[in-house]
């Protein structure tokens, strides 16, 4: 059994994103997350810690024909990043993880790809 591991980082600058960005790059059940949150900071934050998750995973899967609003991240019991269902099936047996960050004026995240045969596609 090969153990095979693929990553993905991307990092954003808050203050680059919109409200049109986001609305475009967001999947319906972040949509719904979105819109719950208080503030325009706040939701800024969210918006671009999910374009830095979409990108790296985009970059861990080796794979640039998925659409932006199919790839969701949404929020665990805890408060953290997990993916969809939809996105799980895209990485079939291979087992997938994401972290992201906020600071000031940067999100950055990192996913990460668990393969466990040659098959997985990853």
Do not use: C, W
Not at 3 to 13: C, F, P, Q, Y
Not at 65 to 84: C, N, T, Y
């Amino acid at each position: 059994m090969n153990l095979n591991i693929r990553t993905g980082i991307d990092i954003v600058k808050i203050s680059r994103m919109t409200e049109s960005i986001a609305k475009r790059i967001l999947g319906e059940e972040e949509k719904v997350i979105f819109d719950s949150l208080g503030g325009e900071r706040r939701r800024m934050e969210f918006a671009a810690g999910r374009f830095a998750a979409k990108e790296a995973f985009i970059k861990a899967l080796g794979r640039k024909d998925i659409e932006f609003s199919k790839i969701q991240f949404l929020i665990d019991d805890g408060g953290g990043p997990i993916p969809s269902e939809e996105l799980k099936q895209l990485t079939k047996k291979a087992d997938l993880t994401v972290s992201i960050s906020h600071e000031r004026e940067y999100a950055v995240s990192i996913v990460i790809i668990f393969g466990r045969d040659q098959d997985d596609n990853v």
